[in-house]
């Protein structure tokens, strides 16, 4: 078989597993949402699928949402917010906006209210600074940014709560595919602040859902 | 001046500013103690300060324990825990517990409970499975490994809370001074992990506070 | 002449030569082969040959089996396995089959009896354990991941033979189109593991049928 | 003969040569100095020069002041101010401030009023804003900064005058030496900036001067 | 919002937005314009927009002119020169020319008067030297080089004003995609010069014009 | 405690621990020797100890023989040979024999029977070439180089058993610390090669023991 | 205008110019043809000039005959021999021969006798060993690898006259577009081997064509 | 043995070994110097051995003259010149002087006459340009640089002799340890211009030296 669906991670990990779209074939995809749903799992994500790809599937019988800004699918309904509070999306640029729509909906789907502010960038840090009351209140801040690897540092010096950083590819030159906004991330001196993979939206409102659940355990 | 202590930071994010200790001098480290005192600040986190340094501090009359394990001087007491739950400290070899040793002090002087596993690298995986019971009671976990950059995705995929990585220099030749390990640990494909520079056991543990201290805004 | 048949290979070192088909047109492949078949060599491999160019080839006259999935052709029928015993194969995830599937042929057409184990990815650690007894069995294994460059270290420790790890170019971002998977795979403190190029599962299978066959010389 | 002493270069561009005493011997600088003041150049600076080569170039005869912090000795006096304007040097962190004083003292040697705001980082964005005056008054900004690599940035954006950045080798890890902040400022979408190598003082402040001197030539 | 448009930018910086069109739609961009044109500004850059989109853009009806050979649009009238001094732009090859557009319709679009001379490569510096007056001419020179990342270093001994340079992605080979021009130039030790991103005329003709309309504020 | 010896590991693997001198203290080689001995293991090999730790081990009453060629310590006896054959192990340059020794050291500690030809460069091919019946004879060969790393690429070409290449971190300038040698043996055609960690003399020893001692599962 | 062509090359370096095809239009080689024609050359190159470009150059009345395998036109008849020597040209595999075509035609053109020996890899050492004569002949030695950086150390120990490396971007993975063979002919430690720029067939020959015709100027 | 003596290099090629003393022990080198003088070699090189070693060498009875500036040893008498031309040593800086020495030490040990002209960098172009008939007269020319990797570049476009490009590893920052020099000088567009390892002075006059000594073989 070409997978082994872990139909057990929603009990060991308290999330269900999520279909990466970009290697497979839409038969693949179609395969593993079927055991999916044969396991018990109603609500699927499935990222990194782009138009075509996505069409293959519907015309396989696959019954799904298609997210066309966030390159995504979604089996099933969106839920309802149950985190503890809220997560803010703020991007540097307009051209960052296509990472930041596979983590608002990626943290949608996983039980957050989100909140989203665009072209943030600190070349024109009154665009930021204007923004301090959804800074103050968000439990979790995502901060997205190619150009303008700056963005998270400034950010977490303003904000009392978690930053997670996605560098973007968005850029040229010494940008490097987003190497140059991920290294100048994690060696950014501002407290609070972690970083994921270049153009991850994904991954940033997975962890960033995380937190938002902690329930206290103490 | 050779400094601008930030003192409003207590305010404006919940946590008083840490000294980062490498590139001062022992005079300019007492200098802002001092400033940072007058400011009604009582205690004092100062980092990556060899034994050398602290003992000129100490000689200028300023007053705190070191912890050489840690590379790092506390002024005034470590306060009780009073965080939501348990940070988990894994380390991958026995030569990642430097690294270590500074998060679980930066953990505990910002008021967190810490627990503490080494040698649970992945190369022998059920070092690291008899830990599942420390896993699974965590808020928080902190993974620190060099050479096998692989630690932090395995536990990624065991845990159900959320997991920050720092790679460490630890290792040789195609480590790259702990780039491997950075960029291993960004790729990895496991979901709720996010990664700090290289040897940031400080950043980690100071996220990792942040974490555990959210009171739930909703 | 824009080749030099290397006839001999087969009596120097008991393997007979393939053709590394990426950098030549069918019409040099054809040329290849008659050269080989008319030397006495039965059995070719043709590597990294994608369908229009074997399609070509095929035009031309030449005979033989394409398998598409290894992006391979191979003139003659395989052999039986006589080998000392089994070559597992093991993915980290579904988009690295098809290098998986290069060995996989590879290996087979080399002699030695193979079995796979798909999707077996560090960050479900249990999908991979519930492989023990193929991992206890196996004489050689092959280890392809790309995202979980973690994959062999873990292997290694578990297993009690060689293990040949092979980086793939799956993944984006910090995955540096295989470069970090590499690293980390070569970096890594898990004894007996060795490694190869990037995505060059022909290698991986072409070493491990090497050991699969030594027939001890003492 | 080691040298060829450019004294045309005064006539050529407007300023005086410069000894670059890194690589160069006691004796070798000696020599230099020594042409230099034969063909009638009163004023030298000398970069790069640690304390212990410093005074062996004393012990030769040769009358400098040495300036410590700057690493860098002058023969002959300081002049006063001619410049146009005021060059404004800014530091991210307490730890840049070495690679600030060359800049300072290269700005001074050239002719220009300088004025310097340290440890302005921008994980404390505040520390930068209430220098909003001094950014306005300055006819060129010096920005220099190793972990924090956004500050330029962030200036370029506050300021209606050209910036030039300097990236330091401040840091650890992911800084890669100086390489990351380098990549850092190159890669900023703000407009107005341009990048000097990293820990280069000097040359940052040259090209200041040369700004500060223009004359309107319309 | 997709964007924040920055109308205050004028008069803080002195210079009007412009917009980066490589990541925008046609209708993200005439969003922009519209945005821009109610706030008042009537001359508006649109930089980095290919043929395609630009013929997209006028579709939608907005008005402007198109520039192919600088990949960029310019609605409403380029002004009259209104610098202290002349912006000579280099290029070191033919193929470096596309890049050199970019720069002289920047500047000309920012008030300034602009000469080129392309060609002027140093493996020819007859080529070069022959230009003498231009140089001498110049308030700031711009020099764009890809495979002679030497251009900008003996430009720099040979004028007194400020030189801009700007790396090209234009080689092959070890040029790796400009980064090797770009770390010539920042290593080169010529004084004077000043580095920006890969292939951005656009930002190293936005640091010449400020140069150029410096007023002194002495 | 400082570390988790994996006493199972012999009954796992096939091999008993080893322990990694680096990054440890005297004293926690000496609690991992004793935490051993008393889970039965007689033989103990240290790894990359230098002289001094040596020294100090040996004060605290541990026993072994320091072998200071390989920078490494034996506790107990090295064994007779029982592998199925001999391990010819290579180097390119006197330069690279202390890696070789660490090699042999350790292949001889795990019970097998070593050859060693310096200084075998193909700089000067005649010198290996001469060695044919060694390279016949070897069942698994271990090819050291680090200016040459062209070596293990004609071993590869030249012998019918796996060829395990050690690049080392000699040379200087673009030998990049080892990993020019390393991307260089990976990038071979060679087949039949594959490659360990630069300077890492004791995995490939490890990796060519576990090939030696293949019993034939079949 | 978009180039200064250079007409006094030819007297200066004893080499007329050759025109790089790459970033030009076929409108800009036709004029930079003209001119170098009025100027009184007769035979002129144009290398990585693709079928297209050449076919548009054709119809633009331009007259010249096409080396499809060279990428290259060549304006007027290939001159006859007239260097001191026979230059060799190696290549390590079929797929290296387009950049060895190449720097055939450019040492024709420029006057050269030519030798090619292809596939001459030193996988199959016994295959470039059989070249023993053509190696003892040649008076420059050009060698080509990608996958096998190690061809040109091998011949550099065999040859008692200079070594031309090229290395080439064929390959994958670690090869790194070719970076990976470059830096290994940098690194090795053959004597009498230098090297250019990746595919750079041209430059080699060059080269190769002025050592060819040195006539001795003692 | 730690070496296999090529003793039968000289008639292979033309040219008796030298010794490379980077990694090799005083007692070492004495043994590999008795083996050659044994094997009729009178005159040896040994280089990269600094004065501590040269010293124990000659404590050993070794008997040679010790060169301090081209960190080399030399057995015997230098030769009386018997190239066909003159070797031109070119360095950018004072600072380059020492890779210089050990070109022209080889230069002069392998029987050539060289010329040597310091401090001709680019960022002074006449003071390269004044040296116009050096360069024409040198039948080749070795332009040694690390700032200012522009040199070879230049003198590439003003001579008729081949020209052997030696980056350096002087210089901080963005060289790279010269790495940056090494591209720059194989990017670059001068034709003629081939390069060797960073600091490798000796490699550049040993190629130089081969070409000075081409008798013609037609
Ligand atoms: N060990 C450390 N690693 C990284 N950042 C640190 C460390 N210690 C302190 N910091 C950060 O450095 C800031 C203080 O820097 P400074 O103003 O240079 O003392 C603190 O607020 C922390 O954000
Ligand atoms: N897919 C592959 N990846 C890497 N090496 C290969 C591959 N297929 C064949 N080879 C090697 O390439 C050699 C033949 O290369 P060539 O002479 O270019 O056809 C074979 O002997 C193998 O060593
Ligand atoms: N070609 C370009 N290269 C780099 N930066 C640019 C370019 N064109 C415009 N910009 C910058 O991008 C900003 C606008 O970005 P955006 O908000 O994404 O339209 C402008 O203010 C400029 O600073
Ligand atoms: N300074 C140097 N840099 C690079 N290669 C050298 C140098 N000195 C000697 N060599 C080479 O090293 C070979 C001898 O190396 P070895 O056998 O290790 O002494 C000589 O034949 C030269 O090809
Ligand atoms: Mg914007
Ligand atoms: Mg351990
Ligand atoms: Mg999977
Ligand atoms: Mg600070
Ligand atoms: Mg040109
Ligand atoms: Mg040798
Ligand atoms: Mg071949
Ligand atoms: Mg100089």
């Known amino acids: 078989g ?19 779209g970009a290697g497979k074939s839409a038969a693949q995809i179609a395969g593993i949402v079927d ?47 149950d985190g503890n ?17 596979e983590a608002v909906l990626t943290a949608r789907f996983l039980g957050n209210s989100v909140t989203c502010v665009n072209d943030a ?13 959804e800074i103050a209140r968000a439990q979790v801040i995502i901060a997205i940014a190619g150009m303008e690897g700056a963005l998270p540092s400034v950010v977490g010096g303003l904000a009392a709560c978690p930053v997670i950083a996605v560098p973007t590819s968005v850029g040229y030159g010494a940008n490097l595919g987003g ?13 609070g602040v972690s ?4 153009d991850n939206g994904f991954g940033a409102a997975y962890q960033a859902s995380l937190i938002n659940h902690l329930s206290g355990k103490r």
């Open 195 to 198: 970083v994921v993979n270049i």
């Open 179 to 191: 190497l140059t906004a991920l290294l100048a991330m994690v060696n950014s001196c501002a407290s």
């Open 121 to 133: 960038g600190v070349a024109g840090i009154h665009r930021l600074l204007r923004h301090g009351e």
């Open 35 to 81: 055991a999916m749903r044969r396991a018990g799992q109603e609500r699927i994500l499935i990222t990194r699928m782009d138009e075509r790809k996505a069409a293959e599937l519907a015309e396989m019988g696959c019954s799904f949402a298609y997210h066309a800004e966030a390159h995504a699918g979604v089996v099933g309904e969106l839920p309802e917010p």
């Open 85 to 101: 509070g809220e997560i803010l999306v703020l991007t540097a640029g307009t051209s960052d906006i296509a990472v930041a729509e």
């Open 2 to 20: 070409y997978a082994q669906v872990d139909t057990e991670r929603g009990v060991r990990t308290g999330v269900s597993e999520v279909i990466y």
